[in-house]
């Protein structure tokens, strides 16, 4: 089993920033893909941002230039660094995870609680 706890959404004004953390534990042989998504009130949840193993990067269009993806594979963290912040950028944001396990192999999807950002004045 994995685990994952987010932390540091919050509420800020528009052109703030705002740091997201999230952790996984557990039976943990590797992470092939960590990412944050977000869903907005009747809205679907859509990718946000991913980082795979090996470094790569890809944004959605809206936050490119605004939102920085990074990993730290020894503790097994993803962070979302979100700049120059939008009204649009309100949602719930989830840490996704694809992690294969120490004791199977195979790999398995996880999802964070999820925690809120508010962009408003």
């Known amino acids: 089993q994995v685990q994952l706890v987010e932390s540091g959404g919050g509420l800020v004004q528009p052109g703030g920033s705002l740091r997201l953390s999230c952790a996984a534990s557990?039976?943990?042989?590797?992470?092939?893909?960590m990412g944050w998504y977000r869903q907005a009130p009747g809205k679907q949840r859509e990718l946000v941002a991913a980082?795979?193993?090996?470094?790569?990067?890809h944004y959605a269009d809206s936050v490119k230039g605004r939102f920085t993806i990074s990993r730290d594979n020894a503790k097994n963290t993803v962070d979302l660094q979100m700049n120059s912040l939008k009204p649009e950028d309100t949602a719930v944001y989830y840490c996704?995870?694809?992690?294969?396990?120490?004791?199977?192999?195979?790999?398995?999807?996880?999802w964070g609680q999820g925690t809120q950002v508010t962009v408003s004045s």
């Open positions: 996704n995870v694809r992690v294969v396990s120490i004791t199977t192999r195979y790999e398995s999807e996880y």
């Open positions: 557990g039976t943990i042989f590797g992470i092939n893909h």
């Open positions: 980082i795979i193993s090996g470094g790569s990067t």
